[in-house]
């Protein structure tokens, strides 16, 4: 079983930066692929960035050059650094780790981009 715990959500005012957490814990494998999705208010769950064991990296298209995916090197703690934020920002961030087959996913924390 994996268990997460995301942190850092809040509320910001639109150009400000936010820097997600996400504690990871139980079986991690080698292969495991970490990531950062988000479900804006009346919408579905979408990417916002994923990084592989390798280091390599996706961002969506619509965060790609404001955001940065990182994590430590025994793949316990994940960060997503947001920088310029956007009224479209807002959402629920949720950590996510995909190992094989199945999906983990934290209980997700509110990014609330305001003025």
């Known amino acids: 079983q994996v268990h997460l715990v995301e942190s850092g959500g809040g509320l910001v005012q639109p150009g400000g930066s936010l820097r997600l957490s996400c504690a990871v814990s139980g079986n991690i494998y080698s292969s495991t692929i970490l990531g950062w999705y988000r479900q804006p208010p009346g919408k579905i769950r979408e990417l916002v960035a994923t990084?592989?064991?390798?280091?390599?990296?996706i961002y969506a298209e619509s965060v790609k050059g404001r955001s940065t995916i990182s994590r430590d090197s025994a793949q316990r703690l994940l960060y997503l650094q947001m920088n310029t934020l956007k009224l479209e920002d807002t959402a629920v961030y949720y950590c996510?780790?995909?190992?094989?087959?199945?999906?983990?996913w934290g209980q997700g924390t509110q990014v609330t981009v305001s003025s």
């Open positions: 990084i592989r064991p390798d280091g390599r990296t």
């Open positions: 996510n780790v995909r190992r094989g087959s199945a999906d983990f």
